[in-house]
């Protein structure tokens, strides 16, 4: 069977280590990238989505878009415990691009982060629908933490959702609270850490 691709990653998150997956391809982020909404992260205004993954995945890096798609297709089955990876990286981050596809999806993850308990894992996701299943039957590792990316630039979330351990917000205008704008995450890691802080923001990229 295919194994998982790890890639390692660019721009703030240059060095670290991310298992990725085909925004393209992912049926919940293509409603959310084509919705139109402009509020919202993954859309914007106008026919071109601002998720900076379906802009790069659609221009500089398509290229990608094979390795990434055999991530989606081995991860949303049941991946035997002896074909789950094995890293020797100390944090390694879950959809650097991409978003959860299903329940297996996490399982696997909670999984991968069983078979590595030297290794820091830490999940980005708007899917509180699977979050919430998976919490239903399992018990979550200690070196997994999740955080909710907040789909709304208008709104602010003070405090992360039940069955996430943070949130992360990305706002359009200044905000006098934000503590990730400009930080490369290998150097903070506070969405690594359990002690870090719980409530994450930053300014929106402006993309061409």
Known sequence: MDTVHLSVMSGKLKGMPAINTNTLDNPFCQVMALSGIPSLICAGAGKKPRCYSWAMLSGSRKNCIPKFQQNSDVLSEVI????????????????????????????????????????????????RDIISDYHKARCQPANLILVYSNPSTKYLLHKPPAGFDKVFNVVSEPHTGENCTGKRCTECLSCYRHSGESVLIEHVKVRN
């Open 80 to 127: 035997p415990w002896d074909y789950l990876p094995v890293f020797n990286s100390p944090n390694v981050r879950y959809h650097g691009h991409g978003e959860l596809i299903n329940l297996e999806h996490m399982v696997n993850f909670h999984h991968i982060a069983l078979k590595n308990p030297q290794t820091m894992f830490a999940l980005w996701s708007k899917r």
